[in-house]
């Protein structure tokens, strides 16, 4: 029937256009073929790079080993390149099968003295459990020991730098599209925050993933411990540098002489991977006005709160060379609006905060000022200056910096209405009531909510205001200037 309704003159045309139909459709399928070849192309790169092996290997043909690729003698500066380890359970375990190995002592957190930890396991002592396990294959990992990571600052400013600079200093993954994806991040403190960066900080996530897609993990991530993840390659050590804040009183004191200064080409690398990735849009910096300025504040009940920004506000429109002032709080903006409120400000106003790590993504030459209300502390311990000045330092930031304090405590504002409320407000004795009532000094005895980082303060604008005039000058200089006697960078 079919062939009545072809519209040829003779069996020649017909079996011409025939064979014609039959290439089309052997190429039709040809080319159906192809696609389902890359889709099962793709799902085997899926696969890969998901770590996931269809089929578990006999890991007693597995053995370890380890070279020290930065050693000066001082487990505080070792970092050791490993193959072949198991991680199970929690645990890393280094696999041999000659005479027992004794691994090299490596530090992983400098500030509370954790070292590297890994089980020495004989081939012939994995558990049944171990070799009956489902195994994940990775690549290239870094083993990095997170510090108060479910901050923001410490999280953006040292825990993930910690991460790109291992793997790119010692194994070559510099988060090029080339490589970057082979990367696995792997956590090894323990014990540690139960909660993830994807549930607890997500813009650290995120951040992280801007840097090395696959999925990182936590020793003590549940999802994989009934699994082996069998680790080709791995880095563990701090190295010579070291991008932390230097802490308080003697460990302060002495962190600077331990480690050296951050390389800056490693720095630039790093700021400027990211500010590629969330795509940042610079503000045009003009360095003789006049000057928008943004004041970055906290809600009244998060505690460290500008409470008088109105007047603020008013009082910096009066000034000559100010053309606006804008007023922004972080809690209520998703992370691209609050690194879209940093990149587009000239000038901004700030108090202590984890979102000092926000700095980064500001336009080059732009001027960030803090009032802190933080105490001005003795020479032998700290600077209140230090958690962002250091910070803007090793990371070879390229926005100008002016600090100021107040030490009048009738500027500090504990949440009283909060605070009176508190079963352990009753414990306090008279004096220590009276001077949180009428002084805002929070008690010896614990008075959950009552210390230096929650209190709210008033901005004493005579502080602020000459603050604001060095910050003017200071444009395009790239000077930083501390207003307060506590020049961090000579502690």
């Not at 375990?93 to 590297?116: K, T």
């Not at 009244?300 to 603020?312: E, L, P, Q």
Request: glycine share 4%; charged share 20%; aromatic share 10%.
């Amino acid at each position: 029937m079919r062939d009545n309704l072809l519209p040829v003159a003779d069996s020649k045309t017909k079996n011409s256009f025939l064979r014609s139909a039959y290439c089309s459709h052997v190429m039709t399928l040809m080319v159906r073929l192809a696609l389902l070849s890359t889709a099962a192309t793709a799902i085997g790169l899926y696969c890969f790079q998901s770590d996931i092996l269809l089929s578990s290997p006999d890991l007693t043909q597995i053995t370890s080993s380890y070279m020290c690729v930065f050693d000066d003698g001082r487990p505080e500066h070792r970092v050791c390149k490993f193959h072949n380890l198991l991680i199970y359970e929690s645990t890393i375990h280094y696999i041999y099968s000659g005479p027992r190995p004794d691994l090299p002592v490596i530090m992983a957190n400098w500030h509370h003295d954790y070292y590297f930890q890994a089980v020495v396991t004989r081939v012939h002592e994995l558990t049944d459990a171990m070799k009956a396990a489902p195994v994940m294959r990775i690549k290239a990992a870094t083993l990095t020991w997170r510090q108060w990571h479910l901050n923001w600052y410490h999280g953006m400013g040292e825990s993930i730098f910690e991460i790109y600079s291992s793997a790119c200093t010692y194994l070559d993954y510099c988060g090029s599209q080339r490589n970057s994806s082979e990367l696995t991040p792997i956590f090894i403190e323990n014990p540690g925050d139960e909660k993830t960066w994807e549930e607890a900080l997500p813009p650290a996530a995120s951040a992280l993933k801007c840097l090395y897609p696959t999925q990182a993990w936590w020793i003590k991530d549940k999802a994989i411990q009934d699994k082996v993840l069998l680790v080709e390659t791995a880095v563990a050590g701090i190295g010579p540098f070291n991008r932390k804040w230097k802490g308080f009183e003697d460990k302060g004191a002495e962190f600077h002489s331990v480690y050296e200064p951050v390389p800056e080409w490693l720095s630039h690398r790093y700021r400027d991977l990211l500010v590629q990735c969330y795509d940042v849009k610079w503000a045009a910096i003009r360095a003789e006005g006049p000057y928008e300025v943004t004041l970055v504040n906290r809600q009244y009940h998060k505690g460290r709160s500008m409470v008088n920004t109105a007047a603020v506000i008013a009082s910096m429109k009066a000034m000559e060379q100010v053309s606006s002032v804008k007023l922004v709080y972080m809690e209520v903006l998703t992370f691209r609006q609050q690194l879209e409120a940093y990149a587009k400000a000239q000038v901004l106003v700030m108090g202590h905060g984890a979102a000092f790590a926000n700095i980064m993504f500001m336009a080059p030459d732009s001027v960030v000022i803090v009032y802190n209300w933080i105490p001005t502390y003795t020479a032998n311990q700290i600077s209140p200056h230090s958690w962002i000045t250091e910070y803007m330092k090793d990371l070879a930031l390229p926005v100008n910096f002016v600090g100021t304090s107040t030490d009048d405590r009738r500027h500090i504002l504990p949440q009283k209405e909060k605070l009176i409320n508190q079963p352990e407000y009753k414990d306090l004795n008279s004096t220590e009531k009276l001077a949180l009532l009428e002084h805002g000094v929070c008690p010896q005895t614990p008075l959950p909510g009552c210390h230096e980082m929650t209190l709210n303060f008033v901005v004493d604008w005579p502080l602020l205001e000459e603050a604001v005039k060095v910050a003017f000058a200071n444009l395009r200089s790239r000077h930083s200037t501390v207003l307060d006697g506590t020049d961090p960078y000579h502690k």
